[in-house]
């Protein structure tokens, strides 16, 4: 059973930072991809951030030139650095892995989610 543990939201300032942290644990494999996605309140699940396997990095357009993704996929972690935060990144965070992971004796492919953390950004 693979479990994807997330840390580091909570309430901010505009114009502060946070970190936010992301443990995969389980019977892994190799991962992929790591990343983060969040929803805010009656708005559709959107990228944040991913990382791949090889380091490439993508973001999506609210997180570019604020947020850093970095990722140890020795250790199944990825961290998501974000500066200059604004009331509009107030969202649940979720982290995301595409990895593959053992169900028995096989191994397979396949994409996680954890639980989310709330970030709140005040004016």
């Known amino acids: 059973q693979v479990q994807l543990l997330e840390s580091g939201g909570g309430l901010v300032q505009a114009g502060g930072s946070l970190r936010l942290s992301c443990a995969a644990s389980?019977?892994?494999?190799?991962?992929?991809?790591m990343g983060w996605y969040r929803q805010a309140p009656g708005k559709q699940r959107e990228l944040v951030a991913v990382?791949?396997?090889?380091?490439?990095?993508n973001y999506g357009d609210s997180a570019k030139g604020r947020f850093t993704i970095s990722g140890d996929f020795a250790k199944n972690t990825v961290l998501l650095q974000m500066n200059a935060l604004k009331p509009e990144d107030t969202a649940v965070y979720y982290c995301?892995?595409?990895?593959?992971?053992?169900?028995?004796?096989?191994?397979?492919?396949?994409?996680?989610w954890g639980q989310g953390t709330q970030v709140t950004v005040s004016s």
């Open positions: 995301n892995a595409d990895l593959t992971a053992s169900h028995g004796t096989l191994w397979y492919r396949n994409d996680y």
């Open positions: 389980g019977s892994i494999r190799g991962i992929n991809a």
């Open positions: 990382i791949t396997s090889g380091g490439t990095t």
